[in-house]
């Protein structure tokens, strides 16, 4: 089996990890997110981004093109979000009128994410394609989103009402989306610069998902200076691993 399917495969183990831990409401969770939002700023800044500005060095209106892929991709997930209201909902958004109705926003944001877990795939695909170093970084960090993916498509489910025995169906589809998304990943052929346009776009997700849904998520559950040094130590976790395998 391809190395890249079956790494996305363990990911699907750390996805229902994490829907458990939130059916269960374990008061450390947001430790652990703190530390993933760390794990995937440390993967665009050491890692993703050295490598998408060597690949591709076209440039567009004075601009690099990688650069304006990585606008486009943190743009395009925060107004797809905007627009059909999957925003993963922290415990403040429940406190005050939210615009979207929580029937819409559950299910909506459920299915908001396995569309963006469905790219963390093809991402991992990709990756191994450009060289096995990169593609193990990359699943590292994807390790710890998928965490907290899980965590948060059950949290967003319990907090809007929405939750059943039937949304574990959905729980599932948004963990095994990883697992089809590095099957086209790994399958497609494409060039340098077309990879390098496509992990820059990746990166605008990794950096939207970051700091918009996982730390915000972590300090809503327990403003800390623990949450903090988590996040700190994430990043810092990153360098050593990116310093380790490009060695």
Do not use: C
Not at 122 to 132: N, R, Y
Not at 149 to 169: M, P, Y
């Amino acid at each position: 089996m391809n190395l890249s399917i079956m790494l996305a495969a363990v990911t699907v183990v750390a996805t229902s990890l994490g829907g458990f831990l939130a059916i269960k409401g374990k008061d450390r969770l947001h430790l652990v997110l703190g530390l993933s939002g760390g794990l995937l700023l440390g993967l665009v800044a050491f890692d993703l981004l050295p490598e998408i500005f060597e690949m591709n060095t076209d440039s567009f209106g004075g601009i690099q093109v990688v650069s304006l892929a990585l606008v486009l991709g943190f743009l395009s997930l925060h107004f797809a979000e905007k627009i059909f209201g999957s925003h993963e909902a922290t415990e403040s958004d429940y406190d005050h009128a939210h615009k979207h109705p929580v029937n819409v926003a559950g299910g909506l944001g459920a299915l908001g994410m396995a569309g963006h877990v469905f790219l963390d795939g093809v991402a991992l695909g990709i990756s191994f394609q450009v060289s096995p170093a990169l593609g193990f970084t990359v699943f590292v960090a994807l390790l710890a989103h998928a965490f907290s993916d899980g965590l948060n498509t059950v949290s967003l489910l319990i907090k809007s009402g929405k939750w059943t025995r039937s949304s574990l169906a959905l729980l599932g589809v948004d963990a095994v989306m990883r697992i089809s998304g590095a099957a086209l990943g790994s399958m497609v052929v494409l060039s340098d610069n077309s990879v390098g346009i496509y992990l820059a776009v990746f990166s605008g997700f990794v950096i939207y998902l970051a700091t918009s849904h996982i730390l915000p998520e972590a300090h809503s559950r327990h403003p800390s200076r623990l949450t903090m040094l988590a996040t700190v130590i994430g990043v810092l976790a990153m360098w050593l691993i990116v310093g380790n395998i490009g060695e």
